[in-house]
């Protein structure tokens, strides 16, 4: 569990899930962010880590954003660059709130385990309660605040909850170092609740992955 | 010339440039990638700015091929301003208030670096076509020639687009700890088919002129100042794209607005092309324009490596990538290659493909998203070497 304590790092962003990620990396480590956006998190970790970073993004406005910054971000997309990058290039690779608008989840997470000795993945968890109520009372496709957009006009194609991640790795081989849920407000669930709780309550998912000893 | 034009040796810029030029004699000849040896040489230069006192605040600009050294200041010969003043100067991204810049003539030029409109010691005439023929390497050497005697060990940063972006990459590959970072502008690792295809229309146009004679034309007072301008027409429509000209000219006539049915330029677009031959004659060698496109052609530094990632295999090199949607010349696929080779490699790399639709020479052009991504990766390096 983390404890987010009130200090300059929770002064540097808003984001939430960024400040857990940013506890999850080490001083200096090799850093790759598949799907870094305007960068801030690149930025952020930069600035409050010290990191080596390296950035994909698939939007041009993006990549500009990242590159005003002097951020090392190159356009491109999870699912056709990952495979160039060379084995154990990176310390951490991170996926933010990516996993579910790639075309290919289970080959993404492969190669970000084969790239980074860690893997560091956050997604919106379709699980949570608020999910499960618009399609059985409803019967409508969510929108909520982890999944803002409309079916038809929505980035994301392969939504999975929480239980079915974790289901994945274990499929995938890879060993869950940390793992937490965080409530639509931002605020971590308790650590010792049991998967279902996480799975019903949590509008995210973050996971610090590292490569399973084959 | 029989119009009483002027053309670039007029200017006697080949031997006397109006520029630092350093002179290299036998104990320090320039050995070629053909084997041949240049025994006396030289290399012009321009330099704006003031280097440091330990001497890390150089950056080498690299220029295309018909460009020259004089980047950011009035031109010798054309009398108009430099290449890239919206990159070069005070407060512009290669901010020459806290930057050394430098930018050499290339090797084969015409500007006051040793090429074939040089004097051939050895005989006492110009070298023509007995000059040997050189490489985007050799070119290289030849900067870092010029790099070694301004006693500057590692470069803060390279920078060039099209055959610039070339000697960018062949410096990072070749001297991967002499380079802090890298800037390669809409070019490729490798000149494609098409290109050499271009490049070798061009020199046939020079070729087929009857005063070239046999490249011997400086001996024998004759220009073959149609042919060149015949291969200047033809490469300039590769650095434009078809929106570009449509925008600009369309297809709007010169004087009227119906034909007169005959072969003089009668649409704009004609007579702009024509203008652009005749004054770019005036300005350059066409043995020059022969001998640097062919180093162009043999460009590949993917098959001098046995792979590309193998040239920039663990380079310490940052590199930052630019492509333009409308270049075709060097499209981005070509980028994305050499983007690929660098991540593989493990490079530090950005990149990003600028929408534009002014095709190649785009990157001499006032865009604003490249001048951000160059500013914020110089900005970003110069804090991590402290540079003021």
């Known amino acids: 569990m983390i404890l987010l304590s009130p200090s300059f790092e929770s002064d540097a962003t808003s984001r939430l899930d960024f400040l857990a990620i940013v506890r999850m990396v080490e001083q200096g480590a090799r850093v790759l962010d598949v799907g870094c956006g305007d960068g801030e998190l690149l930025a952020l970790l930069r600035d409050l880590r010290g990191i080596d970073g390296r950035g994909i993004e698939l939007t041009r406005s993006g990549v500009n954003a990242c590159l005003a910054k002097g951020l090392a971000v190159i356009q491109g997309d999870a699912d056709t660059d990952l495979e160039h990058y060379p084995d154990n290039g990176f310390d951490y690779v991170i996926l933010s709130q990516t996993l579910q608008a790639t075309r290919n989840p289970k080959t993404v997470l492969e190669h970000m385990l084969r790239i980074g000795s860690h893997a560091v993945v956050t997604f919106p968890n379709f699980g949570h309660w608020r999910v499960r109520f618009d399609l059985l009372i409803r019967g409508r496709m969510p929108v909520t605040e982890s999944l803002p957009d409309n079916w038809y006009d929505t980035p994301n194609i392969h939504y999975c909850t929480i239980r079915d991640f974790v289901a994945l790795c274990n499929e995938l081989g890879a060993e869950m170092e940390q793992a937490l849920a965080m409530s639509s407000t931002g605020n971590p669930l308790r650590l010792l609740a049991p998967w279902w709780f996480w799975n019903l309550f949590g509008a995210q998912g973050i996971f610090l992955l590292r490569r399973g000893r084959a | 010339m029989p119009d009483g034009r002027k053309t670039f040796d007029d200017y006697d810029q080949a031997d006397h440039p109006d520029s630092p030029v350093v002179r290299f004699g036998p104990d320090a000849a320039l050995r070629l990638e053909s084997g041949a040896v240049l025994e006396s040489w030289q290399i012009a230069y321009q330099a704006y700015g ?339």
């Open chain 2, 50 to 388: 003031v280097l440091n006192a330990d001497k890390s605040n150089a950056i080498l600009v690299c220029h295309a091929l018909t460009g020259d050294q004089h980047v950011a200041n009035e031109n010798p010969v054309t009398r108009k301003p430099g290449w890239w003043p919206l990159m070069v100067g005070p407060g512009k991204p290669l901010d020459t208030n806290r930057f050394f810049v430098l930018c050499p003539n290339v090797l084969a030029g015409c500007m006051g670096t040793t090429g074939p409109a040089s004097m051939n010691p050895a005989t006492g005439r110009p070298w023509g076509i007995d000059f040997p023929m050189v490489t985007i390497a050799d070119m290289v050497e030849a900067h870092m020639r010029l790099v070694d005697h301004l006693g500057i060990h590692r470069l803060f940063c390279i920078i060039g687009g099209s055959m610039g972006g070339m000697q960018v990459l062949q410096l990072a590959s070749s001297y991967p700890d002499r380079v802090f970072s890298a800037i390669p502008l809409a070019t490729a690792a490798r000149l494609s088919a098409q290109n050499i295809a271009f490049d070798e229309v061009g020199r046939q146009a020079v070729m087929a002129d009857p005063d070239w004679r046999g490249g011997r034309y400086l001996e024998q007072g004759t220009r073959p100042s149609k042919g060149l301008a015949v291969a200047r027409m033809e490469a300039h429509i590769t650095y434009l794209s078809e929106a570009a000209l449509h925008r600009r000219f369309g297809r709007q006539f010169k004087e009227h607005n119906h034909p007169d049915f005959s072969f003089d330029a009668e649409f704009q677009i004609e007579s702009y092309l024509r203008h652009q031959g005749v004054s770019f004659v005036e300005r350059f060698d066409a043995n020059s324009y022969l001998y640097i496109t062919r180093a162009m052609d043999y460009f590949d530094l993917a098959a001098a490596h046995g792979g590309l990632s193998k040239a920039f295999h663990k380079t310490p090199t940052r590199f930052l990538v630019i492509s333009f949607t409308s270049d075709w010349l060097f499209p981005t696929s070509d980028s994305r290659v050499l983007v690929r080779a660098l991540n593989a490699g493990g490079a530090s790399v950005g990149f990003v493909e600028v929408e534009s639709d002014r095709g190649h020479d785009a990157f001499l052009l006032n865009e604003p998203v490249m001048f951000k991504a160059v500013q914020g990766f110089i900005d970003a390096n110069a804090q991590m070497k402290g540079i003021a």
